[in-house]
């Protein structure tokens, strides 16, 4: 592993104790959570089945975009409309 990659992985590792990367628009699976109203155990169960948020992973850690929180979750809202009726 390259020093850059090393002092990326260090960095991400201290963001990851403040569960939001910070300043980049991302959240860890924790935050995601709360942010959808589910467990973190939800959230896996949907990343390993391919539903859900869009989601990456650097460097071994899952991260979500603030963005596909929001559009996942007017989706749940609108299904959640739907089933109501």
């Not at 260090?10 to 939001?20: G, I, K, P």
């Not at 949907?46 to 948020?53: E, F, L, T, Y």
Request: aromatic share 10%.
């Amino acid at each position: 592993m390259n020093e850059v990659m090393r002092s990326e992985v260090a960095t991400l590792l201290r963001w990851s104790v403040r569960r939001v990367w910070h300043g980049t628009g991302y959240l860890f699976p924790s935050s995601a959570a709360d942010f959808l109203g589910v467990s973190p155990q939800t959230l896996e169960r949907w990343r390993n089945s391919n539903k859900g948020p869009a989601f990456d992973v650097v460097a071994t850690q899952v991260i979500y975009c603030n963005e596909a929180l929001v559009a996942y979750r007017a989706t749940m809202k609108r299904q959640d409309r739907k089933s109501a009726q």
